[in-house]
Structures are given as structure tokens and as C-alpha cells.
T-cell receptor, first 117, second 116 residues
Framework: GAVVSQHPSWVICKSGTSVKIECRSL??????MFWYRQFPKQSLMLMAT?????????EQGVEKDKFLINHASLTLSTLTVTSAHPEDSSFYIC?????????????FGPGTRLTVT | AQKITQTQPGMFVQEKEAVTLDCTYDTSDPSYGLFWYKQPSSGEMIFLIY??????QNATEGRYSLNFQKARKSANLVISASQLGDSAMYFC?????????????FGAGTRLFVKA
């Protein structure tokens, strides 16, 4: 149980275009989802926290207009990278919690590798 | 300020031997959780072990154990009987309650190499 999927697993897009990444909780309802970014050989950096039905809370330094997060249902959150540039190339990982933000459990998706050319 | 510190960028261990990966943390919140994750080259984050700040005993999960020393704010991961498949990146992480907003923050990671 507690499986989180991401789609696509990898994507290549041209500079200036937008790309959407989906994060789904397959067998549980995720009241809270987190989005992370990981550059090569670096650690995971939290980008934002989203609770179902409300606006995402972005970490300091993360452009909310560039990284649009939507958590419209209890099983789906999307991250849209708008007007992507090569510096946005990274590994994006989502995680989900079924018991809300006040819990220590979270389940990670397999990640999406974005390459912007 | 760095809240999770992993001072070993890389570690080598002989197959079948035990290895300890270091992690220290900093928090003023009395309620927090400590985690270790394994990240193989595929990129997925694999949960290994969890220790709650109020847990009296050190957590164990199979070959993994967490050496929790609360007063020293350390949460070292011990892997016993290393296997070649243990070669991966290992991240220590902390999730603070209350003032920490229940966000999980990660250390820089330690790359473990298991030698045959």
C-alpha cells in the first residue's frame, strides 16, 4: 500500500515551453503533498507544500508564478513549470501524506527528470 | 543554519561488514521525527527507518538500525552485513512538528560504496 506515482518519468522540452508533472496517490487519499527539486549530486530541496483544495505554500526563493502547483483532488497534485529554461532542468520528486500535514509519514513518488533544451 | 548535517560525502565498506553513516541535527522543537532514505541511481527515494523524538528505544528495521543519541542530537544509521545492493546515496532527514511546519528537510547525503 501507500504507492505514489509520477508522470511522466522523464520529459524533454524546449526552452520557453511549459511542462506539467502529475503526482498521484494510488491507494490512499493524500491530504498533503510536497514537491521537491533535486539537482545532480545534491540533496532534495522542498519547493512547496500543498493541501487539497487550498493554495500551495511555497518555500522562500521558489517562484510561485513559475512553478504552478494544483492539488485539486485527494489523489492528484500537479506541478507546472511555466516558460521553462535550461536552469530548470532537474529531478522533481513529489511526496504525499495521507494523514495531513501534522504527521511524520510521507510516501515518495519515483521522480520526474526534466531536461530543458 | 544547517539543520541536518551529514559529514561523510562518501563511504566505502567491505561486503558483509557493518557501516555507520553519521547524521547530526539541530532543532529546538521537542517533537520531531528522524528518517533515513536510500536513493539508488534510479532516483527513487526508499524509506529505510524512522525514529520519533519521544521514542525510548532505537529503531530497527532488518539490517538497518538507528543509533539515536538525543542529547548529542545525532541519529546515525547502522547497516549490518553490507550487501552490494546497498551501494547508493543515503539521506538523513528530519521533520519538525509545530514551529517547523512539519516540513521534511534533508541532509546533503552520503554516498555508500560496497566493495566485493
Amino acid at each position: 500500500g501507500a504507492v505514489v506515482s509520477q508522470h511522466p518519468s522523464w520529459v524533454i522540452c524546449k526552452s520557453g515551453t511549459s511542462v506539467k508533472i502529475e503526482c498521484r496517490s494510488l491507494d490512499f487519499q493524500a491530504t498533503t503533498m510536497f514537491w521537491y527539486r533535486q539537482f545532480p549530486k545534491q540533496s532534495l530541496m522542498l519547493m512547496a507544500t500543498s493541501n487539497e483544495g487550498s493554495k500551495a505554500t511555497y518555500e522562500q526563493g521558489v517562484e510561485k508564478d513559475k512553478f504552478l502547483i494544483n492539488h485539486a483532488s485527494l489523489t492528484l497534485s500537479t506541478l507546472t513549470v511555466t516558460s521553462a529554461h535550461p536552469e530548470d532542468s532537474s529531478f522533481y520528486i513529489c511526496s504525499a501524506s495521507q494523514t495531513g500535514p501534522y504527521s511524520y509519514e510521507q510516501y515518495f513518488g519515483p521522480g520526474t527528470r526534466l531536461t530543458v533544451t | 543554519a544547517q539543520k541536518i548535517t551529514q559529514t561523510q560525502p562518501g563511504m566505502f565498506v567491505q561486503e558483509k561488514e557493518a557501516v555507520t553513516l553519521d547524521c547530526t541535527y539541530d532543532t529546538s522543537d521537542p517533537s520531531y521525527g528522524l528518517f533515513w532514505y536510500k536513493q539508488p541511481s534510479s532516483g527513487e527515494m526508499i524509506f529505510l527507518i524512522y525514529q520519533g523524538s519521544y521514542d525510548q528505544q532505537n529503531a530497527t528495521e532488518g539490517r538497518y538500525s538507528l543509533n539515536f543519541q538525543k542529547a548529542r542530537k545525532s541519529a546515525n544509521l547502522v547497516i549490518s552485513a553490507s550487501q552490494l545492493g546497498d551501494s547508493a546515496m543515503y539521506f538523513c532527514a528530519m521533520r519538525e512538528g509545530g514551529t517547523g511546519g512539519f516540513k521534511t528537510i534533508f541532509g546533503a547525503g552520503t554516498r555508500l560504496f560496497v566493495k566485493a
